[in-house]
């Protein structure tokens, strides 16, 4: 049987995994058998820089703390697993699709996106969206292009009052 302070010191871990999971709108586990440790560092710079946290922990104590939670994803916990927690949806799931791409040997197994659960299919679908720049900047094109219709029709208005006003 495991000691008393063994036992608080997994309590204290499960608390910790709550917690970053009541601040995360993205959590995904992660198979990184196969890595290097210098690609998992990689990664992890990655997205430390955009405020995304990738941590190793025992599957057991991550199952109790996502039972607390509600949240069913034993089926999914085999082998050693990272897990991803991030304030962000998109741009960590985007970091890592791109990085699986690069390293095959990194697997997203399954997320838990905005308090549902997300297969590979709905993750995928998430990575190919466009960054907030990218929507910002498509945005502007539209808008633009209304200007520009606006512009062109005033100025063939603007000619033909000006045929007009001659004859």
């Known amino acids: 049987?495991?000691?008393?302070?063994?036992?608080?010191?997994?309590?204290?871990?499960?608390?910790?995994?709550?917690?970053?999971?009541?601040?995360?709108?993205t959590f995904l586990l992660l198979n990184y058998q196969g890595l290097t440790v210098s690609e998992i560092a990689t990664l992890r710079k990655d997205l430390r820089e955009i405020g995304s946290d990738v941590k190793v922990y025992k599957n057991t104590l991550v199952n109790l703390a996502?039972?607390?939670?509600?949240?069913?994803?034993?089926d999914y916990m085999e082998g050693?697993?990272?897990?991803?927690?991030?304030k962000d949806i998109?741009?960590?799931?985007?970091?890592?699709?791109?990085?699986?791409?690069?390293?095959?040997?990194?697997?997203?197994r399954v997320g838990f996106i905005d308090d549902k659960i997300a297969d590979?299919?709905?993750?995928?679908?998430?990575?190919?969206?466009?960054?907030?720049?990218?929507?910002?900047?498509?945005?502007?094109?539209?808008?633009?292009?209304?200007?520009?219709?606006?512009?062109?029709a005033l100025n063939l208005y603007a000619e033909k009052l000006e045929e007009g006003g001659e004859k």
């Open 80 to 86: 050693p697993n990272a897990y991803l927690f991030s």
């Open 120 to 152: 590979t299919k709905v993750i995928s679908e998430y990575a190919t969206i466009p960054s907030m720049e990218g929507l910002l900047t498509m945005f502007a094109g539209g808008l633009i292009e209304h200007v520009r219709n606006m512009s062109i």
């Open 66 to 74: 996502l039972k607390e939670k509600n949240i069913e994803l034993y």
């Open 1 to 25: 049987m495991a000691s008393a302070k063994i036992l608080e010191q997994k309590k204290e871990v499960v608390k910790e995994i709550v917690n970053k999971l009541d601040e995360s709108k």
């Open 90 to 108: 998109i741009e960590p799931i985007k970091i890592v699709s791109k990085f699986a791409k690069e390293h095959p040997a990194l697997e997203i």
